[in-house]
């Protein structure tokens, strides 16, 4: 049972999926973007139409490609260069990052969020994701990066109408040893993050396989799916290089369907930790204006 009757105060789950679904739109070249990276097999030459013809974008990726970041002498001045010197999971993820970056850094204290804490969060996860992918011998689609930055986007929509009562019954289902977090949260609310993830990513006319990984990324083995698998992993990384201190409970199905080397995780969340100041230096130094709507987020 719920704590103290909470189960009769569940959200309105058609008002959340309206607002979801009211959230502004990704500028069309991200979204194509990303579609065309989720093909089994797309060209090079699709993801550098795409580019070319979105300058402020195309401004962007060349000045992360020319930064110090790139630890390279030789500059670049052409789209297909500053893909191959980036990798093309990476520099997705960038440009979905540089559009959803500003909504990302608002506090949301319904969650215990200050200032800034989901955005470091969420490039932490997208860098996981990036060194997942390179450890890994499985096939890791290009869009995990992507889908591990944006997992938490339904946060946003969420904490709209978490009441302080409502947030206090979440936090105390939370303490249930038989819960896990995003349990407590469908389980009082009638709705998880993950859920409005999913909705948020298919309203922007993201792939489907993005959109699952964002909604069963605390339940990775609903899919079985590798991007959602990296997003479970990169999720956790991020969550314990954040707080070294804390218990993690790695999916091992996820470690096993992506072949993952022993003592993966240690090196992993080093990898985070030793980057991740710069990666995020990347974005405060490139920023954009944000595509979500105050009213919505």
Known sequence: MSPRGWQFRMLDHHKLVRAAEALDPVPFSVSRLVAIVAQDHWAFSDVEHVLSHDQALTGRLLQIANSAWSASLMRIGTVKDAVIRIGIGPTVSFAMGACVGPTFRRALPQFGLTEGALWRHAVASS??????????????????????????VGKLVLARYLTPELAAAVSEARQDPDRTPIQAEADILGVHHGELGGIVARHWH????????????????????????????????????????????????????????????????????????????????????????????
């Open 206 to 297: 993201l792939p489907d396989r993005l959109a699952d990984a964002i909604t069963y990324h605390h339940a990775p083995d609903r899919l079985a799916d590798a991007v959602c698998d990296v997003v479970a992993l990169a999720n956790a990384a991020a969550k314990a290089t954040a707080d070294p201190a804390a218990p993690v409970v790695l999916p091992a199905s996820s470690v096993k369907r992506l072949q993952l080397p022993a003592h993966f995780f240690e090196r992993l969340c080093q990898h985070v930790d030793r980057r991740l100041e710069d990666v995020l230096a990347r974005y405060d130094q490139h920023p954009a204006p944000a595509v979500l709507s105050r009213k919505s987020a």
């Open 127 to 152: 860098l996981a994701a990036e060194v997942i992918s390179a450890m890994s011998p499985a096939e890791v689609p290009a869009e995990s990066v992507t889908a591990a930055l944006l997992h938490d």
